[in-house]
């Protein structure tokens, strides 16, 4: 009885019982409306202090397995693309949607609306399922090009670390 007295004692999330339960939520509630102070190394604050930056969105959810796939054979994919369809795709810059989808970042709305729906929708689609050979749902936005894109959206690429080449289009 003692022991497990001093074990509740020392790790408290051990008490499963709702006033404890409640309690560690109401605690957790606490520090975060607070925030949660962080450390930052003695080399960060004083990069940080030199050059003010703008906070980078974080990856909120893992990257499937069939958008990652995606992403890595994007050039395979753009060569499979008609003339038309790669020089919209090439403006693209690639993103998990809240909801999982790929998302398709372009800086001119004209470039997202073209794949929006129609034919060119149709054909990403059915090149995408036949490389993948799934359905990979998609969605298109338009960001403000006058900000870094990773600080607006998380740049797949760059967290797979993927080099992107871009497909050239020749008339």
């Not at 919209?88 to 998302?103: E, F």
């Not at 800086?107 to 929708?121: C, D, I, M, P, Q």
Request: hydrophobic fraction near 40%; proline fraction near 5%; include cysteine.
């Amino acid at each position: 009885m003692l022991e497990m007295f001093l074990i509740r004692l020392m790790r408290p999330q051990m008490d499963t019982d709702e006033k404890s339960v409640l309690e560690r939520v109401r605690s957790v509630e606490k520090k975060i409306e607070k925030g949660i102070p962080m450390a930052a190394a003695p080399q960060a604050v004083a990069n940080a202090a030199a050059v003010p930056q703008e906070p980078k969105r974080k990856l909120e959810i893992a990257v499937p397995e069939d958008i990652e796939k995606v992403v890595r054979e994007w050039p395979m994919i753009l060569g499979k693309s008609e003339f038309m369809l790669r020089g919209i795709l090439n403006k693209a810059k690639l993103s998990l949607g809240d909801n999982g989808h790929l998302l398709l970042c372009f800086t001119e709305s004209v470039h997202a609306e073209s794949l929006r729906s129609g034919n060119f929708k149709t054909q990403f689609t059915e090149i995408l399922s036949g490389h993948i050979g799934k359905e990979v749902p998609f969605d298109t936005v338009v960001y403000d090009d006058s900000r870094e894109f990773d600080t607006q959206f998380a740049d797949l690429a760059e967290i797979l670390n993927i080099k992107q080449i871009k497909v050239e289009v020749e008339d």
